[in-house]
């Protein structure tokens, strides 16, 4: 008994200093970080708003942690190109996801199957900000509002169609068809400003989109805001009516864009990260930046931002399958 007390006594002696190294090489790498450049993966092209706003974001870091900020674009399948790459990165804080609502709480509802978990394989950072959608059409269109959009559409089923580049997007357009009892068909594009772009051009009706892209083409008069899905006008744009005003219900659509990093990341970095960013969304240039893109600034906790995902998993799987929306 005395020889097993004393291993037990000794076995907790190993433990606690195992503990205690570890925290020790944690401290150290929070320390010495970053010690090289750090990169953003960004799920779509440039141009978007998920790119604009790391590229805003990511300079005022890059002047906080002393090494520069990348933004790399990995665009491809709603965003999952990007999050597997950076769940299978190297967890030492210099490979960051921009983790926007898309593929870390809409891919999950709508998808069989993910080659990544946003909850398994991610440590949230911190979010950055949110923001409503719009919906837009060419200035060419013979409609005025979301009303003369839907006769529009029924007038012609075969022939409408809607640009979207993420899970948002599309998620957003399949709900206005199911309110609407329309047919517009999809067609992807690998950004945001790209759908935008084709609005401009003619090639789609039209598309629902994130504010970033589309901001100067409402303010130089290139296209035409017929909603919104935020639960009231937003100063930037009062004329521009909410989903509920223009007649559209259960249309109220609020994400969010934020950091993760791969989950094997020691805290102490991401708690780093994380205050970079709670510092960054506070600098009165950034907030006026993100006033004139629509997006307003959060700069929550790791904490507070892994409780969102987890709730918004629920609520848009909840919604996914009322609305019977899935992808393969």
């Known amino acids: 008994m005395m020889l097993l007390g004393r291993l037990a006594r000794l076995s907790g002696i190993a433990i606690a200093l195992l503990v205690s190294a570890t925290g020790q090489a944690q401290d150290d790498a929070a320390k010495n970080f970053p010690n090289k450049p750090i990169r953003v993966i960004v799920g779509y092209s440039a141009g978007g708003g998920n790119d604009i706003v790391a590229r805003v974001v990511g300079a005022k870091m890059a002047e906080g942690l002393g090494q520069p900020v990348i933004i790399e ?73 979301i009303k003369d959009l839907v006769e529009y559409a029924k007038s012609r ?85 909410t989903m509920a005003e223009a ?26 990260l994380q205050e970079e960013v709670v510092r960054v969304v506070r600098l009165p240039e950034i907030r006026e930046r993100f006033a004139g893109m629509m997006v307003d600034p959060v700069g929550s906790t790791s904490e507070e931002l892994g409780r969102v995902v987890a709730s918004d998993i629920a609520r848009w799987t909840a919604v996914a399958r009322s609305a019977n929306i899935k992808n393969n």
């Open 73 to 145: 674009n990995k665009p491809g399948a709603q965003g999952i190109v990007a999050a597997e790459y950076v769940a299978k990165a190297a967890p030492d804080g210099h490979t960051i996801l921009m983790g926007p609502s898309g593929p870390m709480t809409m891919n999950p509802a709508t998808y069989s199957s993910l080659p990544y978990s946003p909850v398994r394989d991610f440590a949230p950072v911190s979010m950055i900000g949110s923001f409503p959608l719009i919906l837009v059409v060419s200035q060419s269109l013979p409609v005025q509002s």
């Open 247 to 272: 007649g559209m219900s259960d249309m109220e659509i609020t994400i969010w864009m934020a950091l993760f990093v791969p989950i094997q990341t020691p805290p102490a970095i991401v708690n780093k």
């Open 157 to 241: 089923p075969n022939s409408i169609n809607y640009s979207a580049s993420a899970g948002p997007f599309q998620f957003a357009s399949e709900l206005f068809n199911i309110r609407a009892g329309t047919k517009f068909a999809l067609i992807p594009y690998k950004g945001s400003g790209d759908s935008v772009n084709a609005v401009m051009s003619d090639q789609v009706t039209m598309t629902i989109t994130d504010p970033p892209p589309v901001v100067g083409s409402l303010k130089g008069g290139k296209v035409r805001g017929l909603a919104i899905t935020s639960a009231a006008r937003h100063p930037a744009f009062p004329d521009i009516p």
